[in-house]
Structures are given as C-alpha cells and as structure tokens.
C-alpha cells in the first residue's frame, strides 16, 4: 500500500534548514542560531547586549568583595570629586545606569556611613549628599583591581581599536532617531 507524505499544517512553521557555520558570525554561533542574522541592528543590539553581561560579570564579583553593587558604586563615584555634596536628583542623573529607586540606595550607603545627608541651607526642600571618609577608603581600595579589571577585558584590542569603539558607542548615544529615554 502506497503512502502518502502528511501533509504539513498551513500554520505550522517550516523546518529550519541549517546554514554552513563558516558562514555565521561569531555571536550567532554562540546563541546557537541556525542562520545568519536577518538584520545587522538586531545582530548589534544582542552582541552588546551580550558583552554588557559578560563584562558586567566579573565587575559585580569584584564589587561585591568590597559590599558594594554597581548601582552603589556608581552612586559613591560620583560623589567621590564633589566635596560640597550634590543633591539627590543630581545623583540620580548622573547615574551611568538609571535605577528607579536612587532614595533606596542611599538609604543602605547612609546606614553603612558610606554617605551622608545635609539639607541645604539655602533650599530646606533639597538634600545635599555627601561621601565619607569611609567610602574615600573603599574607593581607593577598588581603583587598582577595578583598572586591572579593565584592562583584562580589552588587552587584546589595540588603542586604536579602543578610541574607534569609544567612538562607534557615542554615535550610537547620540541618535537623533533614538527615542527619549522613559523617565527612571
């Protein structure tokens, strides 16, 4: 008895015939796609996406060696060259990553005396936040195995190679197109 093949349902999805690895880049072989990427933008957003995780790895570990997040090492950087204090919502927008709950963070870095907190006395509405002596010390203790860090991840790239990044990233920043960011 002869058989006929099945026949495949009109909405089910077509079998994805592999393409030559030789032929795929580096991230799609690593997310394990079977073809090369449709869309450069697409292949751009996950390879940074990928490298932020990879390097964003090994930062928070050394980090939290010292108790501290990214988000709270953030905060104590910016503070760490500004004596005079700056105001909460001057700290939320110089964060490198927007959090939502900046008041929080403080919170944790004032009851570990990383910080402290003034109200100015030209404005009583605005705090003014300040880092300790403390923090200047954890700070120091972070700076050399932070570089080192650093340097590790991009030994193998020349420094042409670094300033042409830092380059294609500050176009990539600056869009016209991109939409505003929605508020932290």
Not at 150 to 178: N, T
């Amino acid at each position: 008895m002869k058989r006929t093949p099945a026949r495949r349902a009109p909405d089910a999805p077509r079998p994805i015939t592999p393409a030559d690895p030789a032929t795929l880049s580096p991230l799609a072989r690593e997310l394990g796609k079977l073809r090369p990427f449709e869309h450069a933008e697409v292949e751009v957003h996950l390879s940074l996406l990928r490298t932020t995780t990879r390097l964003q790895g090994d930062v928070e570990r050394l980090f939290k060696q010292h108790g501290l997040s990214e988000s709270t090492y953030n905060i104590l950087r910016i503070l760490r060259h500004a004596p005079e204090g700056r105001s909460c919502s001057e700290v939320g927008e110089r964060l490198v990553a927007r959090v939502p709950d900046v008041t929080r963070l403080l919170d944790g870095l004032e009851r570990r005396g990383l910080i402290e907190r003034h109200r100015s006395r030209e404005d009583r509405r605005v705090v003014r936040v300040r880092i300790t002596a403390r923090a200047l010390t954890v700070l120091e203790e972070l700076d050399a195995p932070l570089l080192a860090l650093h340097r590790q991840h991009f030994a193998h790239m020349q420094p042409s190679e670094l300033s042409e990044l830092i380059r294609l990233l500050d176009r990539v920043r600056a869009s016209p197109d991109r939409p505003p960011a929605p508020p932290a």
